[in-house]
């Protein structure tokens, strides 16, 4: 069982765990990358992707001014996310919806990280350490970033999906007689 006997030995638990994640990102970013059949997506998470790789740097420097190790702890959540992410890129789908999948997987990813960071952010500040705050907050902006420019490609490609829809005879989604209302 893991000690903690402070608001430090908290920050510092959370730290790594965010370092951990962000090192399963490395990994799973790439196959997101290679999966995705919009370029305009692929662009967008290979952007993501170099971000991340310097989220990982600032998370080193944050260890070094807690005097802490990055390493040693695994992010579970993240791995549950990227799992997750992984049926998404093997789902046999048309290209649009394939790729609305891997949105989904994604802005999972990035909320899942606002969290970590908002709380990690939370305790520093409260513990006066400006630097470390500084530097969660530089990641958080990203991440924020990041999730907006997968909301726009995902409300993109639906509009699209759900045109294609249309055109094929099918109504869209939005047109589907509402269960609930029916059964109530
Ligand atoms: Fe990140
Ligand atoms: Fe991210």
Same mark, same amino acid.
């Given at each position: +069982?893991?000690?903690?006997?402070?608001?430090?030995?908290?920050? *510092?638990?959370?730290?790594?765990?965010?370092?951990?994640? $962000?090192?399963?990102?490395?990994?799973?970013?790439?196959?997101?990358?290679? /999966? !995705?059949?919009?370029?305009?997506?692929?662009? #967008?998470?290979?952007?993501?992707?170099?971000? =991340?790789?310097?989220?990982? @740097?600032?998370?080193?420097?944050?260890? /070094?001014?807690?005097?802490?190790?990055?390493? /040693?702890?695994?992010? &579970?959540? +993240? %791995? /549950?996310?990227?799992? $997750?992410?992984? $049926?998404?890129?093997?789902?046999? !789908?048309?290209?649009?919806?394939?790729?609305?999948?891997?949105? !989904?997987? !994604?802005?999972?990813? %990035?909320?899942?990280?606002?969290?970590?960071?908002?709380?990690?952010?939370?305790?520093?500040?409260?513990?006066?350490?400006?630097? @470390?705050?500084?530097?969660?907050?530089? =990641?958080?902006?990203?991440? &924020? #970033?990041? $999730?907006?420019?997968?909301? =726009?490609?995902?409300? #993109?490609?639906?509009?699209?999906?759900?045109?294609?829809? *249309?055109?094929?005879?099918?109504?869209?989604?939005?047109?589907?007689?509402?269960?609930?209302?029916?059964?109530?």
């Amino acid at each position: +069982m893991e000690t903690m006997k402070s608001a430090v030995d908290l920050l *510092a638990a959370e730290i790594k765990d965010l370092y951990s994640a $962000e090192k399963q990102l490395t990994k799973a970013i790439p196959k997101m990358i290679a /999966g !995705a059949k919009d370029p305009h997506l692929k662009a #967008g998470l290979s952007a993501h992707l170099d971000e =991340t790789k310097q989220q990982i @740097v600032r998370l080193e420097t944050i260890a /070094g001014l807690l005097e802490i190790e990055a390493s /040693g702890k695994v992010c &579970k959540g +993240m %791995e /549950g996310i990227i799992l $997750e992410g992984a $049926e998404a890129l093997s789902t046999d !789908a048309p290209p649009l919806v394939h790729d609305l999948g891997i949105i !989904a997987a !994604a802005r999972r990813v %990035e909320h899942y990280e606002m969290a970590g960071y908002m709380t990690a952010i939370a305790i520093s500040d409260e513990l006066e350490l400006s630097e @470390v705050t500084a530097l969660l907050q530089a =990641t958080l902006f990203e991440e &924020k #970033g990041a $999730e907006e420019s997968l909301r =726009t490609h995902f409300d #993109g490609l639906l509009v699209k999906c759900t045109a294609v829809a *249309a055109d094929s005879g099918k109504p869209p989604a939005k047109h589907t007689p509402n269960v609930m209302a029916k059964t109530a």
